[in-house]
């Protein structure tokens, strides 16, 4: 019988390290034992948990700032003792939260271009937890909003702008992970005594619980976009699973599959925008990576990314980082224990060089839905969205600045859809994209000159496009199709 390949447009994504020119070397990672990934990203900044003699660190740099790094760099310390956490805030690229062993959470203000002396100061002091703060989350769509675990046994929600705490939940269990929903109304969290459980977050009250993986090892547990939930643990042979769960009944797992018989703990790395699950073993060498569907088997093994170094950590750039015109669709900074923090960047294989909106839909942006005191009141909502077309003048290197110019102009007078652009294309859509420059001309304050400019850098890229259409179209009729790879997926 003919094996059956599961068609899937990121069947060949594929993995591949920068050279480490373009990496992070020279850096003194913790040597913490406790479970987190030591580092977090986001389109400015990478922060990672460093050693730091008389109290706890990290270091912040610039995603530019790469090559070897200073032993005397600038640190973030103000922390007593280790620092255990941090979350950079998902509304603002220049606030990041970090928890520590002293059992106290800060809120730093990083300002633009990194910090050039060493920050002990803190913008705000979140002081309530009785033992150490372990779990760090912001709050998806609300401002301001931040969760944090501690080794109390209780998960406080702070409204991070006052400082005060608008939810106190006590879980009488030690507490291993949080997540959020998509729109930040519920949490999940798994914890000591081997328990799933969903909590309402402004009253505390326990809406779901279940027993989750067998073992008492560590276990992790994420929310998916439709209100799943994914966990990753181990069994009682301490083999290591995944799982997907229903939110209102978490009596039996959807499914459950056993991976292998390692012993690092797995973490999950969740892209709600394509359903893309990354798992990032503690000590492995690997990353696989998997595609959710609502329909079983639920959970559909895509690929895995191989390399000789295991890894101590790592971070997950969010989307609005990633650099669109490679068809990047993850970016990973792995940090390994001879101090490197490797760039890793998933990319899907694609010959044109349009814009592919099939892997890009609308993603989470840097503004907030609800203010804290609303979403407390009882408001939900799901995160603002924005075109990821809008991020390729900011993100794309390759482009040159007239370039840039030339697409930030014209995406707002063509449509972003490829199929109605190249019919633009083709009935002449600059004499209608000039129209529309001489309206624009008329509605501000731009000289005859500068006017004269943006027309020239509007037929520049209208040629390029025109160019990119007629290789595709050659592309596609002397291409020969790709065989299909009936291999057997394995792990």
Not at 67 to 75: A, Q, T, W
Not at 84 to 110: M, R
Not at 431 to 443: E, G, K, P, T, Y
Request: with cysteine; glycine share 6%.
């Amino acid at each position: 019988m003919a094996r059956v390949v599961r068609n899937s447009k990121f069947r060949h994504v594929f993995g591949q390290a920068s050279k480490k020119s373009e990496c992070y070397d020279n850096i003194r990672i913790t040597k913490s034992a406790w479970d987190s990934t030591f580092c977090a990203v986001n389109p400015k900044f990478v922060a990672i948990i460093t050693e730091s003699a008389g109290g706890g660190a990290f270091l912040v740099l610039p995603l530019d700032k790469v090559g070897r790094i200073d032993r005397e760099v600038p640190l973030v310390s103000g922390h007593k003792s280790a620092v255990l956490d941090i979350a950079w805030c998902p509304h603002n690229d220049n606030v990041i939260a970090s928890g520590s062993e002293d059992c106290t959470v800060k809120i730093w203000q990083i300002p633009d271009g990194g910090i050039t002396q060493t920050l002990t100061e803190s913008s705000v002091d979140l002081i309530a937890h009785q033992r150490r703060v372990g779990q760090l989350a912001w709050h998806p769509s609300a401002q301001n909003v931040l969760l944090t675990a501690g080794g109390d046994m209780k998960i406080l929600v702070w409204n991070v702008a006052t400082a005060s705490i608008l939810t106190t939940i006590d879980c009488q269990q030690e507490i291993i992970s949080i997540s959020w929903n998509f729109n930040g109304s519920r949490i999940v969290t798994s914890t000591k005594d081997k328990m799933l459980r969903v909590i309402n977050p402004r009253t505390g009250e326990v809406l779901q619980a279940g027993a989750g993986h067998a073992s008492a090892k560590p276990s992790r547990a994420v929310y998916l976009r439709d209100g799943r939930i994914f966990s990753t643990g181990f069994s009682k042979m301490a083999e290591r699973q995944y799982a997907v769960w229903d939110e209102n009944d978490l009596s039996s797992p959807l499914t459950m599959v056993e991976l292998d018989s390692s012993n690092g703990i797995l973490f999950p790395f969740y892209d709600p925008d394509v359903n893309v699950i990354f798992l990032c073993g503690k000590g492995d060498s690997a990353i696989r990576y998997f595609e959710y569907t609502p329909e079983a088997p639920y959970i559909h093994y895509l690929s895995s990314y191989q390399s000789s170094d295991p890894q101590r950590g790592i971070g997950s750039m969010p989307k609005r980082g990633l650099n669109i015109s490679a068809c990047e669709i993850a970016r990973f900074y792995k940090l390994l224990n001879s101090g490197l923090c490797e760039v890793i960047s998933f990319t899907v294989p694609r010959k044109s060089e349009l814009f592919q909106s099939d892997l890009y839909p609308d993603t989470a942006s840097e503004d907030y839905a609800v203010t804290a005191d609303e979403w407390f009141d009882g408001q939900d909502a799901d995160p603002k969205l924005i075109p990821v077309l809008d991020l390729i003048g900011a993100n794309s290197a390759s482009n040159n600045n007239q370039t840039k110019a030339g697409v930030e102009f014209v995406k707002s007078t063509i449509s972003r859809n490829p199929s109605v652009l190249r019919k633009d294309i083709d009935n002449g859509a600059s004499s209608r994209v000039q129209s529309n420059a001489s309206s624009a001309q008329s509605n501000s304050n731009v000289s005859d000159k500068q006017y004269e400019t943006i027309l020239s850098q509007l037929a520049t890229v209208m040629q390029r496009l025109d160019d990119f259409d007629r290789r595709l179209k050659l592309l596609e009729k002397n291409s020969p199709s790709e065989p299909a790879n009936d291999d057997p997926l394995q792990f």
